[in-house]
């Protein structure tokens, strides 16, 4: 037995909570913004990916408030054109969850959870120094739909942990990244079970053999 849904007949709410919760796992952009008083914004959201590399886009897509108004997210990078987005690997992932959390307007999410920063490259959104991946984008095309906002942005500048890239190969050392995904509901994952399908159709296990084939 399969079962049919038609998206026409069911309203935006529905929609959603099935869509976030099939559409999984879901890496995390953690994006820092300033606004006119030079106040950090700091937010998490789970609709995000990677376009292409030439230009060198991502996405980010921001729901409007309850009552149609801009989140501070957006209203800063229509402000500013710039802002960074940042991988929550499981160090971060705790605190960038309390990121999310509604604070008085021209509050500092960074500043109650007692994250630092530095400065960013080229953007005026600073960079969280914590994080393992940063990167710095200025805005390459705003699209609006009834319910959201959507912003892509191409990648001017990557900050990344030491131990993280090889310049010479440029691989990434995967045995030393551990970003967190979100998953269904309120439900989060880890990206620790890392497997290779073989030519052959068999599936590998072996960390080593994953790194050794980057």
Not at 146 to 174: K, M, Q, Y
Not at 189 to 213: K, M, P, Q, Y
């Amino acid at each position: 037995m399969t079962m049919d849904i038609d998206f026409d007949k069911i309203g935006e709410y529905e929609r959603y909570k099935l869509m976030a919760s099939l559409i999984v796992p879901r890496p995390i952009a953690f994006v820092t913004t300033v606004d006119a008083d030079l106040v950090v914004n700091a937010a998490p959201f789970s609709m995000f990916c990677m376009l292409g590399e030439e230009p060198p886009l991502l996405l980010i897509s921001l729901n409007r408030t309850a009552g149609g108004g801009q989140k501070d997210t957006a209203q800063n990078i229509d402000l500013t054109n710039e802002f960074v987005v940042h991988m929550v690997d499981e160090a971060l992932a705790h605190t960038a969850d309390r990121c999310s959390e509604t604070m008085p307007h021209g509050t500092s999410e960074l500043d109650a959870v007692g994250l630092g920063t530095i400065a960013s490259r080229v953007v005026s959104a600073p960079t969280i120094q914590s994080a393992p991946v940063a990167f710095e984008c200025v805005l390459h095309e705003k699209i609006e739909t009834t319910s959201r906002e959507i912003f892509i942005g191409r990648i001017v500048s990557l900050h990344t942990r030491d131990d993280l890239i090889d310049t010479d190969l440029w691989r990434v050392n995967l045995s030393q990244y551990f970003p967190v995904a979100r998953f269904g509901a309120s439900f989060y994952t880890t990206t620790r079970d890392r497997f290779l399908i073989d030519h052959d159709g068999s599936r590998s296990a072996s960390a080593t053999t994953i790194i050794d084939r980057l």
